[in-house]
């Protein structure tokens, strides 16, 4: 089965907290990208990052960063010191090199606190 | 401004009665897609278009129709629209598969009652 998983409906921390939203996949497929997409309230997806399933590499940007481990099939997002502007819905996808179709998981809406 | 546009971005309807929802991109894109975002539920596909007249059913087509006349639009048809296709769709483009990032439209959101 080919799929994406995000456990967590719904999280709430307060300002300033470091806070990681978990992505679990499934994939027969050696060659593979994940996405991580957000969702302001405006409704617009908006792309965050890609990752290729041959890189590994941990990426930072600012105060986002993302743990790429396939030893696991996952993905995962963290937000350092969050803020209330991040408080968005965010998405994990799956997408292949051998295939048109694109398997989005459930999304995590996330609340920040003041 | 690159873009993905659809419209209307907010329709209340009937059953039974056939609507189009329109998607255009002026990225040219060859991949075109069109997802329906329910709660709980995350992004399903519904259609997906590699290229002018190539279309191809996603997880979820019951219900839909598309065609790819021209490779900067790419319609939604619902002939005959029921209250279970009440939800927020979006349309979304890339230049082709694979790695290439998706750009979204804004959404349209569909009541049939």
């Known amino acids: 089965a080919q799929k994406v998983t995000q456990a967590q409906t719904e999280i709430s921390v307060v300002e300033k907290e470091d806070v990681t939203l978990d992505c679990v996949y499934e994939t027969r497929d050696t060659t593979y990208y994940l996405f991580w997409y957000k969702q302001p309230p405006s409704g617009e997806l908006v792309f965050l990052i890609r990752r290729n399933s041959f890189d590994e590499q941990n990426e930072i940007s600012g105060r986002y960063s993302w743990n790429f481990q396939k030893s696991t099939s996952s993905f995962n997002f963290t937000i350092t010191a969050s803020q209330v502007v991040d408080s968005e819905v965010y998405f994990c996808a799956l997408r292949y090199s051998s295939a048109s179709k694109i398997i989005f998981g459930s999304g995590t809406r996330l609340s920040i606190r003041p | 401004e690159a873009q993905v546009t659809q419209n209307p971005r907010y329709l209340i309807t009937v059953t039974g009665k056939k609507l189009t929802v329109t998607c255009s991109q002026n990225?040219?894109?060859?991949?075109m897609s069109w997802y329906r975002q329910d709660p709980g539920l995350g992004l399903r596909q519904i259609y997906y278009s590699m290229n002018v007249e190539v279309t191809d059913k996603g997880d979820v087509p019951e219900g839909y129709k598309v065609s790819r006349k021209e490779k900067r639009n790419f319609p939604l048809i619902l002939e005959s629209p029921s209250p279970n296709q009440t939800s927020l769709y979006f349309c979304a483009s890339s230049f082709r598969y694979g790695a290439n990032v998706l750009t979204f439209g804004a959404g349209s959101r569909l009541t049939v009652l």
């Open positions: 990225m040219n894109h060859e991949y």
